[in-house]
């Protein structure tokens, strides 16, 4: 632990943040998994702020700060916030949208003027209830079975079995409606209900979390987390394993930050949270900008490689005069960058042979060529005879298809088409076994 | 009312409406959260500029706002374009992570000079309304105009933009631009409301005026109109509850409940005046309200059971026509899924009406009854024959379709059923015979339950 004292001085107050905002986070991280696939991440966001009045109105009628009362009190509320937004946008015609904004906006000031009105000398500062105390958790501390642990821990932690244990014994109909509820509803279990239970629990989770946390930091775990795992995975059970992990991790990286820094801890946690989310954005080997760049400039390059392939084929059909030289043939494909790469590219996989004057295919280039001019008559023959377009509309597409027309739908377009000699322009259809790939560009 | 009462009033009004007019956009574009997004993603901003200022300086601090506030929708618009995170989880991500960087920014900013410095940004957390001044509200004025012009001169474009923003692009109308002028502008409107009634708030300002006006009208003109008239009333009626003007007016104070005695906060007030008229919108609209719509279903409800009693009555009393046979409500019960005391209570409601007569042995149709009935029976009976000729359905099967749309059946469509019913050497003014056996009775299998 040598490090970790060299980061903060007081080494069990760390560890405790750690653990308290770890475990924080990971229940919310958990249903947050949820909220992200049903498309109700804001629905946290309004049932976070939405919870004052309730935990106000609990305060008045029970004339004490006592925890389960503000528990009631908050869960009535949140489930209300769900119900009135569903109300305005079933049966007000209101947008959903709005309807949320509309909802938990009011709510929250019903709670400000409550809060005012009621609340004096009480500790129930909205700023605190935003930002959360989590340096000082270390301080409230309860008698659990002889030991002294902070207070935080006797709140959250059974909220997070809590949330735990409804996944597990809830797993298959929580599958099951987050992904498709029609078939949740006909398969015989009400997704209504289920609905309101995960509303349920995450008003739980929210007020569990609130008086340490505070609200901004169980927005942050109830979506971050979760729509970062789903860029990184397409199962539900490795994406609730990452939001947990990532979870924990903004919790760890959160504090030695905020500690660093000498800085609010909550607030710490989500922006390492937020850290986590860009670099899934950019990273991610499947949904990330870079993967996807990636895979847009490869397909761009194919499809520029296959156009200066099939433009030097015609060019041969038509018996030319005088070979295209090099800066003619990337001027004939739109020129630029990629053209030029895709001559160089070309050259590299030896099917043109090219010279300062003269880009000429070889043997392997023409075998390759005659295959995308193959594609590219078969569809203007197939859009002819099937789809009596006029002949001179059918260049445009068939240009576009060529690239992804792979050996199968070759051989059915050949199989559809009563003579596959020539292409309606009277073009003769060259031949050749078929590509070595099924497709050619992606 | 105080001078400075005044200046909060006129303050507090002209945002409302300002923030009204653009927002109808938003909820227009389905993207009312938006509100809520720019004003937590302002904080980081506001917090960026006092620490690179060293003071607090307004406009500085509002231009760190607003650079933050239109990054943070850039960011939520370039995620939703490139990858599979949707629009809401977008939202939700830049605004807890911006407002969670705006924390830890203002904590460095607190431990940097001591709670002082920290009261300032309070303010923008939770608005303060109440300490308007006379310069505030002139510049509340002049970013007012400016967000006024803005939408004058891009109304059309605007308009395209919020409905079929598609269509927008095919014009060439460089849609990226028009957006980013929206969104600048509704940037521009939140962070110079933030100070005044805080970042929650601030959303609701934005979201309800164009939702309430939604209520009233189809056009966006006078929606855009109606916002700002909506928008500048709770910023009116709140401030006037504040600041005790009402309680003045009334002699008593309608606020006064609870243990203190504190004046109320203004924003609150302001929103939840906003709500009251968003909520008797949601209700006493015309047409879409909540009355409306549940009167003209009640209406539609009514008229198709009354219509339904008189052609059952009818058509049971056909074989004995022109008599007019009492029918026995037992008898009704079979031809209809109705409860007894259903059936019983519309006959009673009938003959009220005048268009049944009671008999001792059940009910029978009237004079006017009768002519009713027979025009009833008429549409029903075209609209089978037309299924059974026009459409090829088996004459056993038509009887359900006709039976539910024949209540909505206008003149004019009876009417052109007649002329091609008539063009084929249909009858052009009896009632026709019915294509299927009348004795048939529906939802025999719930009839059979009850038994």
Same mark, same amino acid.
């Given at each position: ?442 | ?30 993207? *009312? ?7 937590? *993603? ?123 923003? *598609? ?195 059940? *009910? ?88």
């Amino acid at each position: 632990m040598a490090w970790l004292q060299s980061l903060s001085p007081d080494t069990e107050t760390t560890l405790w943040v750690m653990l308290i905002g770890a475990m924080t986070n990971t229940a919310c991280a958990l249903l947050g998994c949820y909220l992200v696939l049903r498309r109700m991440s804001l629905l946290g966001d309004a049932i976070s702020h939405a919870v004052l009045p309730g935990l106000v109105v609990a305060f008045i009628l029970s004339g004490t700060l006592n925890v389960g009362y503000m528990f009631l009190g908050a869960l009535a509320v949140g489930l209300l916030t769900s119900a009135l937004t569903e109300t305005l946008h079933r049966h007000g015609g209101v947008a959903e949208d709005a309807a949320m904004g509309v909802v938990f906006t009011s709510l929250f000031a019903l709670g400000v003027i409550l809060i005012k009105r009621y609340g004096s000398g009480v500790d129930l500062d909205p700023g605190c209830v935003l930002e959360g105390l989590l340096e000082f958790v270390d301080l409230n501390r309860v008698e659990v079975a002889g030991h002294s642990v902070p207070r935080a821990l006797v709140s959250i932690a059974p909220v997070l079995a809590l949330n735990l244990l409804f996944l597990v014994v809830f797993w298959k109909e929580l599958l099951v409606s987050s992904f498709d509820p029609a078939l949740a509803t006909t398969m015989g279990f009400r997704a209504g209900l289920l609905h309101y239970v995960l509303m349920a629990l995450v008003a739980l989770t929210t007020v569990a979390s609130f008086e340490q946390v505070g609200s901004i930091l169980v927005i942050a775990m109830l979506i971050v987390p979760g729509a970062t795992a789903h860029l990184l995975t397409d199962r539900l059970r490795t994406m609730l394993g990452l939001a947990a992990a990532i979870a924990v991790a903004s919790a760890v990286l959160g504090q030695l930050a905020a500690t660093r820094w000498n800085t609010n801890t909550a607030g710490m946690m989500s922006v390492v949270a937020g850290m986590f989310y860009l670099a899934a954005v950019c990273f991610s080997p499947r949904y990330g900008m870079l993967s996807v760049l990636v895979g847009n400039f490869r397909n761009a390059l194919t499809i520029v490689r296959e156009d200066l392939l099939a433009m030097l084929y015609r060019l041969e059909e038509l018996a030319a005069e005088r070979p295209l030289g090099p800066r003619e043939a990337i001027q004939a494909v739109g020129g630029g960058v990629l053209a030029t790469l895709g001559l160089w590219s070309l050259a590299r996989r030896g099917e043109i042979q090219r010279d300062h004057s003269a880009v000429r295919l070889t043997e392997r280039g023409r075998r390759r060529a005659s295959q995308i001019v193959r594609s590219h008559r078969l569809w203007e023959a197939y859009l002819v005879r099937y789809l009596g377009l006029p002949l001179d509309h059918v260049h445009e597409p068939a240009a576009h298809m060529e690239h992804y027309i792979g050996g199968r739908l070759q051989e059915q377009l050949a199989a559809d088409l009563e003579q596959t000699g020539t292409d309606p322009h009277g073009r003769q259809i060259p031949h050749g076994e078929p590509p070595p790939a099924s497709g050619t560009a992606e | 009312m105080t001078f400075l009462t005044w200046i909060v009033l006129i303050g507090t009004s002209l945002l409302g409406s300002v923030a009204g007019v653009l927002g109808c956009f938003a909820v227009l574009r389905r993207r *009312a959260l938006v509100g809520d997004l720019l004003s937590h *993603a302002a904080l980081p901003g506001l917090c960026l500029a006092f620490l690179v200022l060293g003071q607090r300086h307004f406009g500085g601090m509002l231009f760190g706002a607003f650079c933050t506030g239109l990054a943070g929708v850039g960011l939520v618009t370039l995620v939703c374009r490139w990858t599979r995170t949707k629009e809401d989880a977008a939202v939700g991500i830049v605004l807890s992570t911006f407002f969670g960087a705006g924390i830890v920014l203002s904590s460095v900013i607190q431990n940097q000079e001591g709670g002082g410095a920290k009261a300032g940004l309070e303010s923008y957390i939770y608005g303060q309304a109440a300490g308007m001044v006379l310069q505030d509200v002139l510049w509340i004025a002049m970013v007012s105009a400016a967000a006024l012009v803005v939408v004058v001169l891009l109304f059309k474009e605007f308009k395209v933009l919020s409905f079929d923003p *598609a269509f927008a692009r095919t014009q060439g109308w460089p849609t990226l631009a028009l957006d980013l002028a929206m969104m600048g502008t509704l940037a521009l409107v939140t962070v110079t409301g933030l100070p005044a009634v805080g970042v929650v708030l601030m959303a609701a300002m934005l979201i309800l005026p164009g939702a309430t006006a939604r209520f009233w009208t189809e056009r966006l003109g006078p929606m855009l109109v109606l916002s700002g008239i909506l928008g500048a009333a709770p910023g009116t009626i709140g401030t006037l509850l504040s600041a005790g003007v009402v309680a003045g007016w009334l002699g008593f104070d309608p606020l006064a409940f609870g243990p203190t005695a504190t004046n109320l906060p203004t924003g609150p007030l302001i929103v939840l005046s906003g709500t009251a008229l968003f909520l008797f919108s949601v209700l006493f609209a015309p047409r879409r309200g909540a009355v409306a719509r549940l009167w003209a279903a009640a209406r539609l409800r009514s008229t198709t059971a009354r219509e339904n009693l008189l052609r059952t009555l009818y058509e049971l009393s056909e074989p004995r026509l022109p008599d007019r046979p009492a029918i026995a409500v037992e008898q009704l019960l079979t031809h209809r899924a109705w409860r007894a005391w259903q059936a019983r209570w519309l006959v009673r409601w009938m003959s009220w009406l005048g268009l049944v007569e009671r008999t001792p042995e059940g *009910a029978r149709l009237s004079e006017s009854g009768l002519g009713k009935a027979r025009g009833l029976v008429r549409t029903h009976r075209l609209w089978e024959r037309f299924l059974i000729e026009r459409a090829d359905i088996a004459p056993d099967h038509v009887d359900r379709d006709a039976d539910m749309i024949e209540h909505l059946l206008g003149r004019e469509i009876v009417d052109a059923l007649e002329e091609r019913l008539a063009a084929q050497g249909g009858p052009r003014d009896a009632v026709p015979q019915s294509p299927h056996e009348i004795r048939r009775t529906k939802d025999e299998g719930r009839m059979s339950k009850d038994k």
